[in-house]
Structures are given as structure tokens and as C-alpha cells.
């Protein structure tokens, strides 16, 4: 399995070749010459697989004026991850981390697919790899922002501490994870993911889900994807991994419409919140579509695969808030948003929540705007998205 990167440098389009189907990024910099670019990767390996450099000919060479050109130009269905990104940002620090975290994603993908678990622990089917595979993501992903060279903190939920990355302040980003978001039920062979949230500069405590710059999920299920949201471009953007290892853009969702379908989590919360009682009764009453997975990813993936629904996750005093704000609500939330969805926690979007503490939890919601509307109305007993009140991640 090979998968193309391209080192964006001054004018040119190179690309490094990952080989092996456990390979993932060693080094997502732009490097300033050809000769420095060989020197990297003469030495470079990633989990013992080797580097090898594939030049594009000097007619593919993409000029100063042609890059710029491509920046105005429309991102098309059956674009390469990196096609997509050059035509949706002129910002290439943001274009290298994303294109090093869809190489980490892939390697995971592998990893969730060749895992053996038994009780706690998972091990690779070659016997090569002795912890849980939650946590195998997780060094991935903190060695793929490493090698980045443009992330400054990172931030796990598997290490709820920031992390220092090396990258600079300025022009640079800070990035929370869940490294697998529903690794208990990897052994039960349902659908897992990864979620991420980008944030520009050097903070992840003070900082709203609106200020993200990008967030993503990936997901491994019967097809591995990676969905993808950013400042500069409307919509969430999905793409596919193909066979040969390279990520092919699908689909793109720009609204999120009305339909009876409903993924309601912490039902448990239910006992003793009458008000989330009535909201549950209500889509029993109404004949909605349960869709409930017991995983956030897929569940929260099929309302904007979809274009439909509602996923909700309701606290109550016994059954209280277990939701990330950082790591999971935040991220997932501007992903909902860009794909002209809406979010919740009762009475403000989730992006408007500022984050207070790394651990920091929250209740949610997430769907169409008539299905969030219910949602506050029915908890609160009024909604803001019938004051005129802007709402949205563009907003």
C-alpha cells in the first residue's frame, strides 16, 4: 500500500511515498532544497518502515502564479486529500498538519483492523505491538503533529496535559484529540473513530470552539474515512480511503435538513431528567428512526452522511455530563455547523462554550435547526434560534 504526500516548498510539488501498509508520516515539514529533502529522508523511518522520494517531472512542476490560480479554484469530487486542500486554503501550515494527520488516521485504520483483543489489552496479529490500540493511536497521532513542525501543543484525551510539539507560536496551531472515541467496543467489531480540533496558536484553555481553524473526525468501520471542516471553505468535506492508500474526496454536505431519525446517548439520564424523558417519549411518539450505535463518531458521522437527524447527550443529577468539550463536543460541534447543521447544550451552541479546564464536560446535542429548536424547548422551555440570534460556525 503506498500513499503520496507533498512537501509544499517555495513554487514546488514534491511528494513523499509512505511504503508498507503499517507506514505512517515521518516527516510532514517543507524542506528548502532537494538536497536537504534527501538528507532527511535518507535516515528516515516511522515504526521501521522506510522513506522514499518520488519527483514530480519538471513539466509538473506547479509555479508561484499556478498555485495562486488553484486557490481560486472550485474543489471538485474525486480530488486527492491534497488537491482539495491547495484549492480550499492558501494557509500551508494548515494544509501540512492535515495532511499528516490523514496519514496517521490511515496508519490506525490498519492498526483497528489487525488488532486481537482479549480483556483489556490489544495486540497486534504479527505480535509486534503490546499496547491497547486506543492507545497505539494515541502515540501515532502525537508523533504525526510532531512531525508536522506547525503544531506548538497538543493535547489527548488519553493525556489530558498539553503536550509541547516544537512548533512555532506564530503561524502555528494547537491541537486537542480523542486518539479512538469508542475503544471499548473495538472488540465487538463496531465502528470507532478519531476526533480532532485545531486551533490557531498557542492555547487550548480560554478558547472557544468558533476560534477553531479546522476538525476533523476519522472513521474505521466498513470503509475507512476522514471527515474534514476548515475556516476557509463552507461545508464538511468527506474522503475515502482508498485501496493504494490515498484519500479521495466524496462528498460534500453544505445543509442539514429535517428527517425522523434520532441517536439518543446517557439514556440512563432519563430517571431522574424529566425533561429529557418527555424529549425521548416525544420521538417514540412521533415514530423516529433509532440510529444509536454506542459509538459518537459513527452516530454523530450519520447526520451529516445523511443530511438528517438528531444526536443528543443529556446530563441529569445521577447521571452526570461525560462528554469532552475540548477533546469531543468542541470539534465535533464545528464539524456539525460547517455542514450547516446546528448545535446545543441547552441554551448556546457548543462553540460558544469557552473552555475553562482540559477535563472540562458538557451535554449536547446536535441536528437540524427544527430538531435543535426542540431540543432547548423541551429542556428549557424557550430556544434561542427563534430570537433571530446568529448561529453557525461561519457566524
Known amino acids: 500500500m503506498e500513499a503520496g504526500l507533498t512537501a509544499y516548498s517555495s513554487g514546488a510539488s514534491r ?22 529533502l534527501n538528507n532527511n529522508l535518507k535516515s528516515s523511518s516511522f515504526y521501521g518502515e522506510s522513506l522514499r522520494i518520488v519527483s514530480n517531472s519538471s513539466s509538473q512542476r506547479i509555479s508561484r502564479a499556478a498555485i495562486r490560480h488553484t486557490l481560486t479554484t472550485k474543489c471538485e469530487i474525486g480530488d486527492s486529500l491534497e488537491e482539495f486542500l491547495t484549492k480550499a486554503t492558501p494557509d500551508k501550515n494548515l494544509i501540512r498538519l492535515l495532511v499528516c494527520m490523514g496519514e496517521a488516521l490511515r496508519t490506525i485504520s490498519f492498526k483497528v483492523k489487525t488488532a486481537s483483543c482479549g480483556g483489556t489489552a490489544c495486540v497486534n496479529s504479527f505480535g509486534d505491538e503490546q499496547l491497547a490500540v486506543d492507545m497505539v493511536a494515541n502515540k501515532l497521532l502525537f508523533e504525526a503533529l510532531k512531525y508536522s513542525h506547525v503544531c506548538k ?15 512555532p507560536t506564530e503561524g502555528g496551531f494547537s491541537v486537542a484529540f480523542d486518539p479512538l472515541d469508542g475503544s471499548s ?35 474505521y468501520g466498513p470503509r475507512t474515512t476522514y471527515i474534514i471542516a476548515i475556516k476557509d471553505i463552507s461545508g464538511t468535506h468527506e474522503f475515502l480511503l482508498l485501496d493504494e492508500g490515498k484519500w479521495q474526496h466524496v462528498k460534500d454536505t453544505t445543509s442539514i435538513g429535517e428527517g425522523k431519525l434520532f441517536s439518543p446517548g446517557n439514556l440512563r439520564a432519563t430517571v431522574d ?9 416525544y420521538y417514540l411518539r412521533e415514530k423516529y428512526t433509532l440510529r444509536y450505535t454506542g459509538g459518537m463518531v459513527p452516530d454523530v458521522n450519520q447526520i451529516i452522511v445523511k443530511e438528517k437527524g438528531i444526536f443528543t447527550n443529556v446530563s441529569s443529577p445521577g447521571a452526570k455530563a461525560k462528554l469532552r468539550l475540548l477533546f469531543e463536543v468542541a470539534p465535533l ?32 446535542a446536535y441536528g437540524s435547526k427544527n430538531e435543535i429548536i426542540r431540543f432547548e424547548e423541551t429542556l428549557y422551555g424557550s430556544s434561542r434560534l427563534k430570537t433571530g440570534e446568529p448561529v453557525g460556525a461561519a457566524a
Open 333 to 364: 460541534g464545528y464539524l456539525i455547523e460547517k455542514a450547516g447543521g446546528y448545535s446545543s447544550d441547552g441554551k448556546q451552541s457548543v462553540l460558544d462554550k469557552t473552555v475553562e479546564t482540559l477535563d472540562e464536560r458538557a451535554q449536547v
Open 15 to 36: 511528494h513523499i511515498v509512505l511504503t508498507g501498509p503499517r507506514a505512517a508520516i515521518r516527516n510532514c515539514a517543507s524542506f528548502q532544497n532537494r538536497s536537504q
Open 153 to 167: 501543543y497538543a493535547c489527548s484525551e488519553e493525556v489530558p496535559e498539553l503536550q509541547d510539539m516544537e512548533g
Open 273 to 281: 431528567n424529566p425533561n429529557y424523558d418527555k424529549l425521548i417519549n
Open 185 to 219: 467496543i473495538v472488540d465487538t467489531n463496531f465502528t470507532v473513530g478519531t476526533i480532532f480540533g485545531v486551533w490557531p496558536g498557542d492555547k487550548l484553555i480560554g478558547v472557544r470552539g468558533r476560534e477553531q481553524v479546522a476538525a476533523a473526525m476519522g472513521i
